[in-house]
């Protein structure tokens, strides 16, 4: 089963616009909250990760926003570049530190245009 | 500084063939673990590690082997390729929990494997 469901599958946004992607989760466990971003030909890597501590994370134009009682976190990439154009998986992690488990999303991938 | 590196790039088996996929990190990192990337599915566990000699079983195990001789090295075994193993696999490290934080995974560039 899908521990964790992502949408959309794909996404179009024009250059400056808004990048929303969402994740939603159903083992109350996980407790750590990882997007990676992968571009064609290459491995993952972390972008963004969020504790259910807090309900929103900040990087640059990269956004994190949880709602710990809905089950659901979100991506949004502000003023979004032809540079972000890449495949976005969130992530899902039952105890802390244990990175090597975690549980991926079905990944979205976004394609910026000029 | 190589991080995680994976061989080879790509490779082409036949059904029934065996292979063994390489794996080696230069971060000292505890963890090590395989997941395969398919269409549609992200990114799916196969085996993990968390230290020499500790090998566990991920979400899809079955027809893969591993082993953990060196902190270094983790290659994952095809024993019987089979069509359904056709998928891009990735290998990626991290340091432990006992570091007392969450610890990023660090993914290789993968190995693209078709089984004809």
């Known amino acids: 089963q899908q521990q964790v469901k992502q949408s959309p599958q794909s996404l179009i946004v024009q250059k400056g616009g808004i990048s929303i992607i969402n994740c939603a989760y159903e083992?109350?466990?996980?407790?750590?909250f990882p997007w990676y971003q992968q571009f064609p030909g290459k491995g993952p890597a972390l972008l963004i990760a969020?504790?259910?501590?807090?309900s929103e994370k900040k990087e640059g134009r990269f956004t994190i926003s949880f709602n710990k009682s809905a089950k659901q976190f979100s991506l949004h990439i502000m003023d979004s570049q032809p540079g972000d154009s890449a495949t976005y998986f969130c992530?899902?992690?039952?105890?802390?530190?244990?990175?090597?488990?975690?549980?991926f999303g079905t990944g979205t991938r976004l394609q910026v245009t000029l | 500084n190589a991080g995680v590196t994976q061989t080879p790039k790509f490779q082409v088996l036949k059904t029934g063939q065996s292979m063994t996929l390489q794996c080696a990190q230069d971060?000292?990192?505890?963890?090590m673990s395989w997941y395969r990337q398919d269409p549609g599915m992200g990114l799916r566990l196969i085996h993990y590690?968390?230290?020499?000699?500790?090998?566990d079983q991920g979400e899809v195990p079955n027809g893969y082997n591993v082993s953990r001789s060196t902190t270094e090295d983790f290659p994952l075994r095809l024993l019987s390729a089979a069509p359904s193993q056709t998928s891009v696999y990735f290998c990626a490290s991290s340091y432990s929990s006992n570091r007392g934080h969450n610890s990023p995974l660090h993914f290789g560039n993968g190995t693209r494997l078709t089984v004809t």
């Open positions: 969020i504790r259910p501590d807090v």
């Open positions: 971060m000292n990192h505890e963890y």
């Open positions: 992530a899902a992690n039952p105890h802390t530190g244990t990175a090597s488990k975690l549980t």
């Open positions: 083992n109350t466990a996980f407790d750590y």
């Open positions: 590690s968390v230290g020499a000699g500790i090998t």
